[in-house]
């Protein structure tokens, strides 16, 4: 039996705007076992993003988490007070992002901020934090690591900035890792090398991972399961071969065909009709009602609710695609 | 058949002003020696990772960018020759989408007056039919008529993406350049644009460069794609012989980076080490060689240019061709 070590139960975040609260995500479940990572894919404004800073608990107002319950190891992270959380943070949750930048701080060496961090979490002393940063560097593939120790981000490429982050977020062996579009804004080629970066690394510490992006192709081959999700909502979530081979949500299906894939030949690509409503004027019922080929009357009276389907295999949907 | 566009050896260097006299101190090679012809009617890709030029290429082809040297000529007149009036003429079969959709529309303008911008500019009609020109144009790319008081601001990207589109084909251009113009999208609406550029190529008979780094868009969208690196073209074929039959170790490898989907979870194994160098002092020889894992002896003296190696497809790799390596170009 694998060992579950991030569980996310009914997780609700609300933004207050002035033309009202809105639900930036909205029931959201999942767990992820040691050593196992789980893919998080949609588009703009479908919430992945808000669902991991709400894991992290880096919402700030106007947003607000509303709901539900992150458990790490069976502890509630949503209900720790604000000082120990600080102490996870980097410890046991870490998260990366798409611009690296986002988590370096650009006034400070890449040592400076790797010390900072393992002597508060890992109670090293600056000599020995400085042994582990060099360590880390080195295995996050950066080259010349002494000089870089002694480098302002903006010295680094692109492509070594990520992978220094990498570097420091991971440098006190967090047991999970929230990955957000850590590979977007690179080039295919470097992608490929921070994606087998992330793999070795969490092969090495048995990290569970949370892998947000909106590129399907990168998620078939990183995730172990995929969950979809749709103006704030989940929609389907199944094992990455299941989900790609059979999708039972009419968005699965449709987001999967709308897609170029190098060697198919169609001359039109079937799109998706329509843009994702805002949140402020979601339907009552499904959300992809109004984009949906096969929405009947229910739909629009009631939101479906995610329901086990096979294993591990779970569906929103009242009127699914047939099981191929 | 003519070709509607013929570059040759096409530069366009950037100078690097640095210290308190702003001193030229280097020159970025973001277009190094591009020799390429576009046939009425089709789609040409040009593909590569950032900073292999194809952005400045594109502009370059436009005119928004002065080329440091070479020579473009479109529909066999010295386009670069141009002056006045016989310029503002060609700058109408000649159009540009962008990227951004945020950036390239003035959020001060209602969609009714940006589209009417380029009849005022060039005084394509009178006055007072511009705005029924705008409706028809907001038509003719799947928006509602009723837009046109509306502001930028007001619409998703992928409706200011169509807004951008139907101002490029106000004037009904020949050749458009489109820069990346789905990156910014999602992917459910990337394919509603694409499916759109290709119904105005058909209505209008537009021939189109399309650039993209996304080789899954440029193998959906193009009939003929050129690859670059580092300012230069290092492989063209057509589309389906360039994804079969890649002849460029950097081809090869970048196709072999794209994710597949449905692929399954697999071991990483990335296609390329290292990273594209700075196009500031690009590597002498073949600007690839220092990442590429099938050099040999000479690679980083020699670039031999491009050379066909079957029809329609070029390489510049001293692999293949007529002089080739012995032994070295065989494929597995």
């Known amino acids: 039996m694998t060992e579950t070590v991030v569980s996310v139960r009914e997780l609700q975040t609300t933004f207050h705007t002035r033309a009202g609260p809105v639900r930036a995500v909205d029931g959201i479940s999942y767990d992820i076992a040691k050593g196992r990572t789980l893919g998080i894919v949609g588009e703009s404004g479908c919430g992945k993003s808000v669902t991991s800073y709400s894991v992290m608990r880096l919402i700030e107002p106007p947003g607000e988490i509303t709901g539900g319950s992150v458990l790490l190891d069976g502890e509630d992270l949503l209900s720790l007070p604000e000082e120990r959380m600080q102490d996870y943070r980097g410890s046991r949750v870490a998260m990366i992002f798409q611009e690296p930048m986002t988590a370096l701080n650009p006034v400070l060496t890449i040592g400076y901020q790797m010390d900072e961090q393992i002597v508060r979490h890992m109670g090293l002393t600056r000599r020995q934090s400085r042994e582990r940063a060099l360590e880390m560097l080195e295995l996050v593939g950066i080259p010349a690591p002494r000089e870089r120790y002694a480098s302002y981000p903006h010295q680094l490429s692109g492509g070594m900035r990520q992978r220094a982050m990498i570097a420091m977020a991971l440098s006190c062996e967090p047991d999970f890792l929230i990955a957000d579009e850590p590979t977007t804004a690179l080039d295919v080629t470097i992608q490929g090398q921070i994606l087998e970066l992330i793999q070795k690394l969490q092969e090495r510490l048995h990290m569970a991972v949370q892998f947000i992006t909106h590129d399907l192709g990168v998620i078939s081959e990183i995730a172990d399961d995929v969950l979809v999700m749709y103006a704030g909502t989940a929609c389907e979530k199944a094992p990455t071969h299941r989900l790609m081979d059979a999708p039972r949500h009419p968005y699965t299906v449709a987001l999967l065909q709308s897609i170029p894939r190098i060697g198919r030949r169609e001359p039109r690509l079937p799109a998706i009709g329509g843009t994702v409503p805002t949140l402020h004027e979601l339907p009552a019922g499904c959300p992809f009602q109004n984009r949906c080929p096969r929405v009947v009357d229910r739909c629009r009276a009631e939101r479906p609710a995610m329901t086990a389907i096979a294993e591990g295999h779970e569906l929103a949907c009242f009127n699914p695609v047939e099981d191929r | ?332």
């Open chain 2, 1 to 332: 058949m003519s070709a509607l566009l013929s570059v040759r050896d096409l530069r366009k260097h950037f100078p690097v002003r640095t210290g308190l006299l702003r001193r030229e101190t280097a020159r970025v090679h973001a277009v190094d020696g591009v020799s390429l012809d576009v046939e009425p009617g089709e789609t040409l890709g040009l593909v590569g990772e950032s900073g292999c030029g194809k952005s400045t290429l594109g502009r370059t082809l436009v005119r928004l960018y002065e080329p440091t040297s070479g020579s473009i000529q479109y529909r066999g007149e010295d386009f670069l020759a141009l002056r006045g009036e016989r310029l503002r003429s060609m700058r109408r079969r000649v159009q540009m989408i962008f990227q951004d959709p945020f950036a390239s529309l003035d959020p001060r303008m209602t969609v009714g007056q940006i589209l009417s911008e380029p009849f005022k500019v060039h005084d394509a009609c009178p006055p007072r039919e511009r705005l029924e020109r705008a409706r028809a144009l907001l038509e003719t790319v799947g928006l509602n008529a009723a837009y046109l008081n509306r502001y930028p601001h007001e619409f998703s990207g992928g409706q200011r993406q169509r807004i951008s589109i139907a101002r490029a084909m106000a004037l009904k251009p020949e050749l458009v350049v489109a820069d990346e113009p789905v990156s910014a999208l999602d992917v459910s609406i990337q394919a509603q644009i694409l499916n759109l550029l290709k119904d105005l190529q058909q209505e209008f008979r537009l021939t189109y460069i399309f650039i993209s780094h996304d080789l899954a868009v440029i193998d959906h969208f193009c009939d003929r794609v050129a690859v670059m690196y580092l300012g230069r073209i290092i492989e063209v074929a057509p589309k389906d012989e360039l994804f079969r039959n890649p002849r460029h170790p950097y081809t090869q490898a970048l196709i072999e980076a794209v994710p597949r989907v449905g692929a399954g979870k697999k071991q990483m194994q990335p296609a390329l080490r290292g990273e594209v160098p700075s196009p500031i002092d690009p590597p002498a020889g073949c600007h690839f060689h220092p990442r590429c894992p099938k050099r040999h002896d000479g690679c980083d003296r020699e670039y031999p240019g491009l050379v066909e190696v079957g029809p329609g497809h070029r390489v510049a790799c001293r692999l293949h061709g007529a002089d080739a390596i012995p032994g070295a170009g065989i494929q597995p």
